[in-house]
């Protein structure tokens, strides 16, 4: 497994941007597709993006397509996503998540290897 730790999260206005950090510890960062999910209080943890261990493949919920981008930086260890246009309905605690395969990231949360700890993005209206 790979130990994950998220940053970025905060509180900005409806339009605005944020960009959240996943930092992991290893040496095997370069081989983990990684991604994200978001879970709003009440609701279950839902996929946001996941991108390869290579970077040339990546995927998106629909409810974020045109306005997040995920990528990653293999020399830094680290994640980020990139989320603009932000809705009050994007507020969330928001998760780094790592598996060996695309496919385990995608799949939904039951099948990821690795969490981070989280964290808290608030979008006001």
């Known amino acids: 497994q790979v130990q994950l730790v998220e940053s970025g999260g905060g509180l900005v206005q409806a339009g605005g941007s944020l960009r959240l950090s996943c930092a992991a510890s290893g040496r095997t960062f370069s081989s983990y597709a990684m991604g994200w999910f978001r879970q709003a209080p009440g609701k279950e943890r839902e996929f946001v993006a996941a991108?390869?261990?290579?970077?040339?493949?990546?995927y998106y919920a629909d409810s974020v397509k045109g306005r997040f981008t995920i990528s990653r930086d293999n020399a830094k260890n680290t994640v980020y996503l990139q989320m603009n246009s932000l809705k009050p309905e994007d507020t969330a605690v928001y998760y780094c998540?790592?598996?060996?395969?695309?496919?385990?990231?995608?799949?939904?949360?039951?099948?990821?290897?690795?969490w981070g700890q989280g964290t808290q993005v608030t979008v006001s209206s």
């Open positions: 998540a790592a598996d060996s395969t695309l496919l385990g990231v995608v799949a939904g949360p039951r099948s990821v290897d690795s």
């Open positions: 991108i390869s261990w290579s970077g040339g493949n990546t």
